[in-house]
């Protein structure tokens, strides 16, 4: 399942690429993360605390940042409840097929920015900082990233499991499952997919999750044809985790003060 540490290792990886400097590792993010929850945890809980260690990912990443003001907004996670160990941090596979997608917020807006993945597991600690950047300069759909933009930010990762091949192409649940679609006519080959929120948050039917889909694949037949077409299904299911930029400032501040 995806987690909030993820969304920051998608945020630190950007950053850095965009700062021309070397990110924290997963690793380091999730220690210094794990650090962190506690001491937002304890503060909450009483005004006298210890001593936060210092950890190597703390100075690593104050040394690479000259750090701002840090934000006084408490953080609003918005997919789980932040974890306060590294061993709650580290549940789950290190491996996954895995897409990062970046989104645009505007007040009670949200659109899309950036969306790349793929269906090979990789390890975390490599797809996660790779399909960020890729996701966030290479989408053909968009413009790349730029760093003035990052404020206006939020990151989600979705980790994919359970893939199944679907008896007919309706043979899936939305807001249970991502579609992966493929199909051949008159010798090309197309093929696309939508993550398991998407149907759900746009409010589709099976019928114009398919049919938005096979336009999203290139296909441009007619519109009264695309039934007769032989659609091959597979099904996934994923959890998503987001988190916005103002958190991942915070959090990163919180890292630079602890010098």
Not at 156 to 161: G, H, N
Request: proline share 5%; hydrophobic share 35%; net charge negative.
């Amino acid at each position: 399942m995806a987690t909030a540490a993820h969304c920051l290792m998608c945020f630190e990886a950007l950053d850095a690429q965009l700062e021309d400097r070397k990110p924290l590792s997963l690793s380091e993010i999730e220690s210094s993360w794990a650090l962190y929850t506690s001491s937002v945890s304890d503060s909450s809980s009483s005004e006298a605390k210890s001593p936060i260690p210092k950890a190597p990912a703390l100075r690593r990443l104050a040394d690479a940042d000259s750090s701002e003001s840090s934000s006084s907004a408490s953080p609003a996670w918005s997919s789980s409840t932040p974890a306060t160990s590294i061993s709650s941090l580290s549940l789950g596979a290190s491996s996954a097929p895995l897409f990062v997608t970046w989104n645009t917020v505007r007040g009670d807006d949200v659109s899309l920015r950036g969306c790349i993945g793929t269906f090979e597991s990789q390890p975390l600690s490599i797809g996660l900082p790779e399909y960020a950047t890729i996701s966030a300069l290479h989408d053909t759909r968009f413009s790349p990233i730029s760093k003035a933009e990052l404020p206006r930010l939020q990151a989600a990762v979705t980790l994919l499991t359970d893939f199944e091949e679907a008896d007919d192409p309706y043979d899936w649940e939305i807001g249970t499952h991502g579609i992966r679609l493929s199909f051949t006519d008159r010798g090309h080959r197309y093929g696309a997919t939508y993550l398991p929120d998407v149907a759900s948050e746009q409010g589709w039917t099976h019928d114009e999750t398919l049919y938005s889909l096979i336009r999203k694949g290139g296909w441009m037949g007619g519109r009264s044809r695309w039934k007769s077409l032989d659609l091959k299904v597979t099904r996934y299911q994923g959890k998503k985790a987001s988190l916005n930029y103002p958190e991942f400032k915070k959090w990163k501040d919180w890292v630079a003060s602890k010098q």
